[in-house]
């Protein structure tokens, strides 16, 4: 192994790590309809999953190909339309979304309607219930009629966000809550595929591929699909 590759390998790991912890803490491939759900157990989103997919696909190959040729000059436009494609996508799912009525803005207003706006209001309450617990016997007869108001408001906002929070990124992506939805899963299973061949043509190569027009196509098809079908799906 010499040096360029070994420096390669690194800056893969990294950016990876970075990309996969970034991804479990924050709202980074999420999108956060629901601001009362905190960010580490809000559902991913196959958009903004597919946007990184290719973000990372894209960079790691012209980093790559850098070390290997010394030329910055190694993107090509197809590579460029992989990524348009997916900013495309993610783009039209967010208008989409904006545009019907979801169950996701329903349990917001919901959650509103309590005095829920924000995940901030949630660790609010949660503190209000601790301090007044820690009265223990000490508590008045208000303090624990409001102690158990409080308690219930919790636990109906936990009642009721639950449905709508992460099963895992790969479920988050290919089901919808009727189950497995198969405009996701065709999104999911092209992408990977040529992903996978853009990866072992680079490799193989030296250079980003030039993909048959037909498989560009079946993937601007597939994601035209998940956009079309998105609309009248039920998400969690």
Known sequence: MNISTFLLMIVAVVVLAWIIWLAKASALLKDQLIPQIPA???????????????????????????????????????????MGLSALTAGGGAVVDSMRDTPEDAMNDGLKALGLSSYQDVLSLEADIAALTAQGDALSVPGKAKLNDLVLL?????????????????????????????????????????????????????????????????????????VGFKSNETQY
């Open 154 to 226: 919790l636990q109906t906002y936990k009642n009721r966000t639950q449905p709508f929070e992460t099963n895992g990124w790969f479920k988050d992506l290919t089901t919808d809550i009727d189950g497995t939805a198969l405009h996701r899963l065709q999104a999911v299973v092209w992408t990977i595929v040529v992903g996978s061949i853009f990866i072992y043509q680079v490799c193989l190569t030296g250079a980003m591929p030039n993909l048959n027009e037909n498989l560009l196509l079946l993937m601007g098809i597939s994601n035209a699909g998940y």
């Open 40 to 82: 580490h157990r809000q559902t991913f989103s196959l958009a903004r999953s597919q946007m990184a997919f290719w973000f990372l696909i894209v960079l790691l190959s012209f980093l790559y190909l850098f070390i290997k040729t010394g030329s910055t000059d190694v993107i090509t436009s197809q590579a460029l339309m992989l």
